[in-house]
Structures are given as C-alpha cells and as structure tokens.
C-alpha cells in the first residue's frame, strides 16, 4: 500500500520517499479512495435537486434528497452516487440564511472536511458565490459551478421577447455571465456549467456528468494528496514526542557537569551539545540541507521554495550561539558568577539551572524543526497537487 510506504517515510525521516510513493501510484489506484463532494449554495437555488438528477432519482423517489421551497436543513445529508464509484454527494444547508449567515458558514460546517464542491446557483451571480469560491480557494480544493433552473430562465426570456428569442444566445449569456464571475475571483479557465435538473439530458448536464467521471480519477488523487499533510501530521507527531522523551538524558549529563567548578565548562558543553542535538534533528526529520535538495528535485522546485516556509534558523554555530545566549547561555553565565562569589550556593543554582535551561531549549527547538517538517511536506505536496489541478 502507498500510504503505508508514505507513513512509513515520513517516519524514517525520508520525505523524497514519501514523494516518491505518491507520484507512483496510478491513476486507477485512486477509485479506492471515496470523494465527498459537497453541494452548496444559496438557499432555494436547487441544490437537493440538482443531486437527484446526478444519481438518476426524482424528488419522492426512493432515498431521494428531499426538496422543497422552504430550506429547513440544519445538517450536511449524504448520498451516495449509484453509478460512480466511491462518490458521495453531500447536500448543504443553504449559504445566507439567519441559521447559516455567509460569514461563519464555513465554520458551521466544516467545509475543510469536504473534497471537493459543486456551487449551486440560480439568477445571477452573487456575492455569496465569489465568498464560497475564495474559501475553497483557500482551502486549495477544487469545484464545479452550476448554473440551474435554465429551463425557467429561457422560458421567462420567451414569454418577455418571443418574437428576438434564441436559446443558445441566452445560454451563453448566462454561461458568460457565470465565468466572468468565478474568473473574477482569479480562477483560470473556470468549469461552469448551465443546467435544468428537470431535464438532465437537455443544455450541460450531459457534459456535467460526462466531466465529473472522466476528472474523477484526477479528483479522487487531488483529494488523497489533501489528505495526505494530516497523516504526515500524526506521524510528526509521534515522532516528536519519542525524540522529547529522549532530552531528559542530555539535561541530566549538563546537571552534573556544571556542579564542576570550572568557569566556562558548563556552557562550552551545553553549546556544543546542544547544536549537535539540533543538526540531528533537521537530520531525523529529514529537513537538512542535503534532504532538503533532494526532495525539491523531487517534486521539481527550487529548493528555495521549501526553505521558504521553515521557521526554525539552521544548525550554523552562529545559530546555536544566538539561540543559547537568549536562554541558556544567561542562566549558565549567571550561575558561573555565583560561582565566583559564593562557591556552596552557585554550585547549587548550576546544577539546577543547566538542565532546566538545556531541557527547555532543546525542546522548543524540537518542537521548531518538526513545525518545519509539516511546512515542507505541505509545500512538496502542494506542488504534486498542481499536477492534477
């Protein structure tokens, strides 16, 4: 299994194999993988509908999405797709009601844990459509968007102009209407498609499906490669916490080396220890420099994209030095003073003070190289999920 491969190393410290194992599964690898797609828009713009007609039904048929005039839903309702493997649609309560105001939408409904979007809209485009599409935008997932209710459209456009009406011009109004909008929002190439959910073999529903299953393998990758910065989180983790369960070692060895009175000893230790402890870390974790060239041949990216995103300053011993004179260098310094005058009492607040300040240390360094490490693999993958956008 590929994800067992990623796991396995992003745990050994090798993320160009946990790369590696991503490029190489196939695209039919993937229909293993379920696809949620969630289907949301404003209220009343046929969101129930539209699912429905995906999955062949009509509304009061048999496990049907219920439909009506009034949006009383409160929660998402999920449906699987009959014909398409491992897809589920997921109906939304509607965007700006008083229930679901459009600022804390996303918050109420955990968009981030859907893969992918259909946005539903009827009439014109509106704000709530450009708010939902930078939101999925930020969330780095893709979407269709679907103009419904064309049958009422083109029938309203008949009955005002009969005598000047031309179907395919007044689609293609809309459809141009429909990219404007969603390209207004810095979406190139925007899939917009303009539909009657009562006639699902008329205007673009064909194309809507046809597009759904001939992408689906390339969405069901883009959602795996989503999902792929929570595992590798999990595992960080993991790792972390057996490396921290490690640092007491080194805290009580610079215990009993700064109860030596020797001015200086305590700390020329802690700094040498201390940056060799940080250099394997960027080591283990595999964020060195070395790993780092690696991986951004990999994934075909200056490697200066991925150090861009690191916030931990390096294992340089002008970096060590910086980081230990904030902090352990003072207290040690401190303690070698009292050293000098009071020999019984500084030996004390050494030995106290050198592990307390060295076990802290090395800690939050720790902590700053494995945040660097999710960084870097979210920047790697990111560059693989622009091969399926």
């Not at 420099?289 to 994209?305: I, M």
Request: proline residues 5%.
């Amino acid at each position: 299994m590929a994800l067992d491969g990623f796991r396995a190393a992003v745990y050994h410290g090798n993320l160009t194999e946990a790369i590696s194992n991503v490029q190489g599964r196939t695209l039919e690898s993937f229909n293993s993988h379920t696809l949620s797609i969630a289907v949301t828009g404003e209220s009343g713009s046929g969101k129930s509908s539209l699912i429905n007609a995906m999955r062949g039904l009509r509304a009061g048929d048999e496990g049907a999405a219920g439909t009506g005039v009034l949006d009383t839903m409160m929660d998402p309702m999920a449906y699987p797709d009959p014909v398409l493997p491992g897809v589920t649609f997921w109906d939304l309560p509607g965007v700006g009601t008083s229930y679901f105001p459009l600022n804390t939408y996303s918050e109420q409904l955990n968009l981030s844990r859907f893969e992918f979007f259909i946005i539903v809209g009827s009439q014109r485009f509106r704000s709530e459509h450009a708010r939902l599409i930078r939101e999925i935008r930020r969330m780095g997932k893709r979407f269709y968007f679907v103009r419904a209710k064309a049958d009422m459209d083109l029938d309203a456009s008949r009955r005002q102009r009969p005598s000047s009406y031309d179907e395919e011009r007044i689609l293609e109004q809309i459809r141009g209407d429909c990219r404007s909008g969603v390209a207004a929002e810095g979406v190139d190439h925007p899939q917009v498609f303009v539909v009657s959910s009562w006639e699902p073999n008329r205007y673009d529903f064909p194309v809507l499906r046809q597009t759904l299953h001939s992408e689906l393998p390339s969405l069901k990758r883009h959602a795996f490669l989503l999902s792929l910065p929570a595992v590798a989180s999990s595992i960080i983790n993991q790792k972390r916490a057996a490396l921290k369960g490690e640092i007491w070692k080194t805290a009580l060895f610079s215990c009993l080396l700064a109860a030596i009175p020797v001015p200086g000893l305590a700390f020329l230790y802690t700094f040498f220890v201390f940056r060799k402890r940080l250099f394997q870390y960027y080591i283990i974790f595999g964020v060195d420099d070395r790993s780092l060239s690696a991986l951004a041949r990999q994934v075909g990216k200056p490697v200066g994209e991925l150090t861009a995103v690191m916030t931990s300053l390096g294992t340089t011993p002008m970096t060590a030095l910086k980081l230990l004179s904030d902090s352990v260098g003072a207290a040690v310094m401190v303690a070698e003073y009292l050293w000098k005058r009071l020999p019984v009492f500084g030996a004390m607040v050494s030995g106290g003070l050198a592990p307390v300040t060295t076990y802290f240390m090395l800690r939050k360094c720790l902590a700053s190289v494995a945040d660097d490490t999710q960084r870097v693999l979210s920047k790697a993958l990111e560059a693989e999920r622009e091969n399926t956008m």
